[in-house]
C-alpha cells in the first residue's frame, strides 16, 4: 500500500472521527438543552422556549440518535415514551422496604398519636415537638431509583418488599426528570396522580367510546402505570409528587473524586434537597410546632382542599426530626414517626326528581339524573351522569329514590348508592329507551359493548361529527371545510344532515360570518366536483359502525354497484371477506333504518354520482391469495399503498391475524407490528413490497 494511500484513509480516518465527534458533543447539547426545557415548563411553569422550536431540536435530537445509536443515552427525553410492548412487569426488590401508613379519623386519633410518641421521646409533651405536615395524595405510590444522577428503575410499592418494574412507563412522565443537575446516587418515594381536569376529559372520552369509565382519579392513575404498552401511559398526562428519600444519597465529591453520604437533620430539609435535584415536590407542606396547632392545620385544609387541581384524602404528619425518627422505628406495617389523616369523604343526600337521556356526538345515550339540588364540596350540584345501562342496573337506582351523591375527584358528582330505606312505594326499575330520543331511530347495543347507540346518520345530536367525517378526505374528500366551517352551518341551520352539504352553493356560504366571494365560490365549486365520487368513498362516507375504508373498498369490490349492496341479505354479506356476522348485522341494521334510506337518497338527489375506481397502472396477478395489513408511515399514503396491492390481485385487510400474509411496515408503527411479531407474520418494508412486484 502507498504512502498516498495510507494518507487518503488517514484523512477519512480523521473526517470521520471528527463528525462522530461533533455528533456526539451536539447530542450532549440537545439533551441538556430539552431537559432543562422540560424542566421549565413542568416543574417551574414558565416555558423557556416556543413549542414549534422545541419540537424542531427534539426532531434534531431523533435524527442525531437514529444516525449515531453508539451516542444514545439512558436520559435522553426521547426514551420518555416506548414504542415496545411489555408482555408483563418485571419485580423489583426494594432495598428500603415501603412501608404503609397507620390512619386516623379524627382529633383523638390525632392527640393519642403526639401523647404515644412523645412517651419515647426526650420532650415533655405533644406540643414541643415539631412536626412536618404535608397532603397526602390519592394515587399510586412509586419508587425511583438513581445511579449515578440517571433513571435507571421505578416501581411500584408491590407489598412493600416487592414491587412492579415501571421504569419504561414512568418515563413518560415529563415531570419525572431522567438526569439530575448532580451526580448522585438517591431512591425516592412519591406518589403518580392525575389531575381531575384530565381525569374528566378521559372519562368522557371512554363513555362515549362504550368503554367502562375509571372510579375515580386514584384507579385512572394507577391503571394507567401498570399499562404493557407505554404509549398509553404517555397519551394519559400523569403527573406526580416526590415527598421522601428512602436512605441518605451519595453525591459525588469532585475533589476527592468519591460518592459521599449527604446527610439531613430534618425531614424538611430533604424536601428542600429533592426540590433543588428538579424533582416535583408539593410546596404545601408545612414545619409545625405542637399537636394543637397541626390539627388547627387540618382543620383549616379539610375546606381548601376542594380547591386543589388535583385529590388529596387527608394530611400526612411526620416528626421533623430524622434522629427522633430513627429512634421510633417502625412496626412490620407503619412507621411509628408518622400519621395519616383522612378526610371524611364529603357526601350529600338528594333525590333523584327524573332520569334523562343525553346523546353525545359519537351516538352513545348517556343517562343523567336530575337532582333535587343539594351543596357538595362547596358547590351546588343538579346533575350527575349514571353512565350506562349496567351501572344502573347494578345499584337499583330509579326515579324518585334518595341517593348518597359524592364528587369524584372533587369535581364529577356521582350517584354512590341508593338508600333503599327510604325508597317510596311505586318506584320502577329503570329502562334504556328503545329509541333515540333526539331523532327516533332505533338504538343498538352492540355484544360485549355497555354503551346503547344511535346509529342513524339523521340525528341532530351527531350532526356536526357526522357531516366531519362526511366530508373528510377518508369519504367524498371535499377539500376546504375546517371544523369551524361546519359547527358554522349548523349554527346557522344551512344543514339539517350531512347529505345537504351537497346542495350548497356559493349564496349559502356567503350568509356565513367571514366568508366572502372568492372562498365561497371555491368551496361550492369543489363540492360539485367531489359529488362524483367512488363506490368504496361512498360506502365509507356513509359511517356504518364497523365499516372503515378497507372494509368499504372490499365491499364495493364485492358488489361493485350501490343496488346490489343495498338488497343483499346478512347471508350474502358474510361471503364478503372480512365481514362477519358483527358487521353484517350492523349493516343490514344500518340499511333498515327508513331515516338513512332517506338521506342517502337525498345524496344522490343532489347529484351525488359514483364512478369507477380508477386502476393502478402495471396491474397483475403476482399477488394473487396474498393478504396484506398496512401500518406505519410510508413513502407513499396508505390508502395508494392498498390500492397497488389489490390492482396486483392482493388483499388488503385492516387487522393482523393468522391469516395475514405480510405487514407492510412503515416508520411509527404501532400495535399491529407488536401483533405480526407475535403471530410470526412476516414483516416487509415498502421497498421490499416493491420487489415482489418486478
Not at 366 to 373: D, F, G, I, K, S
Not at 406 to 420: D, Y
Not at 448 to 474: D, M, N, P, W
Request: glycine residues 6%; charged residues 30%; hydrophobic residues 40%.
Amino acid at each position: 500500500m502507498s504512502d498516498d494511500t495510507l494518507d487518503l484513509f488517514g484523512e477519512k480516518s480523521a473526517k470521520t472521527a471528527n463528525e462522530n465527534h461533533s455528533a456526539a458533543r451536539e447530542i450532549d447539547e440537545l439533551i441538556d438543552e430539552i431537559n432543562a426545557c422540560d424542566f421549565a415548563y413542568y416543574i417551574e411553569n414558565k416555558p423557556k422556549i416556543s413549542d414549534l422550536e422545541y419540537d424542531r431540536i427534539m426532531k434534531r435530537l431523533e435524527e442525531l440518535e437514529a444516525a449515531h445509536p453508539e451516542y444514545n443515552r439512558l436520559d435522553s427525553p426521547t426514551r420518555r415514551v416506548s414504542g415496545s410492548v411489555q408482555k408483563t412487569f418485571g419485580e423489583v426488590v426494594h432495598e428500603v422496604q415501603m412501608l404503609s401508613l397507620a390512619n386516623s379519623y379524627n382529633v383523638e386519633d390525632m392527640n393519642d398519636f403526639g401523647e404515644r410518641v412523645a412517651k419515647d421521646l426526650p420532650v415533655a409533651g405533644p406540643e414541643d415537638i415539631e412536626y412536618c405536615v404535608e397532603l397526602k395524595f390519592d394515587g399510586l405510590s412509586i419508587s425511583l431509583v438513581y445511579e449515578d444522577g440517571v433513571l435507571t428503575k421505578a416501581a411500584t410499592r408491590g407489598d412493600g418488599k416487592v414491587g412492579e418494574d415501571v421504569t419504561q412507563n414512568i418515563r413518560t412522565i415529563k415531570q419525572v426528570p431522567l438526569k439530575l443537575p448532580e451526580r448522585c446516587t438517591i431512591t425516592v418515594r412519591g406518589e403518580v396522580y392525575m389531575a381531575h381536569n384530565v381525569f374528566a376529559e378521559l372519562n368522557a372520552a371512554r363513555e362515549e367510546a362504550g368503554e367502562q369509565v375509571f372510579a375515580n382519579p386514584r384507579n385512572a392513575a394507577a391503571g394507567s402505570v401498570r399499562q404493557l404498552d407505554s404509549r398509553i401511559t404517555a397519551s394519559r398526562m400523569l403527573n406526580v409528587f416526590l415527598y421522601s428519600v428512602a436512605k441518605p444519597p451519595q453525591i459525588f465529591d469532585e475533589r476527592s473524586g468519591k460518592f459521599v453520604e449527604k446527610k439531613f437533620k430534618k425531614h424538611s430539609e430533604c424536601l428542600e434537597f429533592l426540590s433543588k435535584l428538579g424533582f416535583p415536590v408539593c410546596g404545601e407542606y408545612r414545619v409545625i410546632k405542637g399537636m394543637s396547632a397541626v390539627i388547627e392545620h387540618i382543620s383549616k385544609w379539610d375546606e381548601k382542599r376542594h380547591k386543589l387541581p388535583y385529590d388529596t384524602d387527608g394530611m400526612v404528619v411526620k416528626i421533623n426530626d430524622l434522629a427522633y425518627q430513627g429512634s421510633l422505628g417502625s412496626t412490620a406495617k407503619s412507621p411509628r414517626f408518622c400519621i395519616a389523616y383522612k378526610f371524611a369523604p364529603e357526601r350529600a343526600e338528594t333525590v333523584i326528581e327524573s332520569i334523562e337521556i343525553q346523546v353525545g356526538k359519537m351516538g352513545t345515550l348517556t343517562p343523567v339524573a336530575n337532582l333535587r339540588p343539594v351543596t357538595l364540596s362547596g358547590t351546588k350540584v343538579a346533575r350527575a351522569s349514571l353512565h350506562n345501562a349496567d351501572e344502573i342496573a347494578e345499584k337499583d337506582i330509579r326515579e324518585g329514590d334518595f341517593v348518597l351523591v359524592e364528587k369524584a375527584g372533587e369535581i364529577i358528582p356521582q350517584v354512590i348508592e341508593v338508600v333503599l330505606s327510604k325508597r317510596p312505594g311505586g318506584t320502577r326499575p329503570f329502562k334504556m329507551p328503545d329509541r333515540c330520543p333526539v331523532c327516533g331511530s332505533e338504538v343498538v347495543r352492540n355484544e360485549g359493548e355497555a354503551a346503547v347507540k344511535c346509529v342513524s346518520i339523521s340525528c341532530k345530536a351527531q350532526l356536526i361529527r357526522k357531516t366531519q367525517y362526511f366530508v373528510s378526505k377518508h369519504a367524498l374528500d371535499i377539500e376546504g371545510f375546517g371544523e369551524k366551517i361546519v359547527e358554522s352551518l349548523v349554527e346557522h341551520d344551512a344543514i339539517a344532515d350531512m347529505a345537504d352539504i351537497l346542495k350548497l352553493t356559493a349564496i349559502d356560504f356567503m350568509k356565513l360570518p367571514r366568508f366572502g366571494e372568492k372562498s365561497a365560490t371555491k368551496l361550492a365549486a369543489e363540492i360539485t366536483a367531489k359529488k362524483a365520487t367512488t363506490f368504496a368513498r361512498f360506502i365509507t362516507s356513509l359511517q356504518i359502525p364497523f365499516v372503515g375504508e378497507t372494509t368499504a373498498a372490499t365491499l364495493a369490490k364485492h358488489f361493485k354497484a350501490r343496488d346490489a349492496f343495498f338488497a343483499a341479505t346478512s347471508e350474502e354479506l358474510m361471503k364478503v371477506r372480512e365481514v362477519g356476522e358483527k358487521v353484517a348485522v350492523s349493516i343490514r341494521t344500518f340499511l333498515d333504518n327508513p331515516k338513512n334510506s332517506e338521506i342517502i337518497d337525498k345524496m344522490f338527489e343532489y347529484g351525488l354520482t359514483i364512478t369507477a375506481e380508477t386502476n393502478v397502472e402495471s396491474a397483475s396477478d403476482r399477488l394473487a391469495g396474498l393478504t396484506f395489513v398496512i401500518t406505519g408511515t410510508l413513502p407513499v399514503p396508505r390508502d395508494e399503498a392498498a390500492k397497488i396491492v389489490e390492482a396486483n390481485a392482493g388483499h388488503c385487510s385492516s387487522a393482523v391475524s393468522k391469516k395475514t400474509s405480510y405487514l407492510l411496515c412503515g416508520e411509527e408503527a404501532g400495535s399491529k407490528l407488536d401483533k405480526a411479531t407475535k403471530l410470526g407474520v412476516k414483516i416487509i418494508s415498502y421497498e421490499e413490497f416493491l420487489k415482489m412486484l418486478e
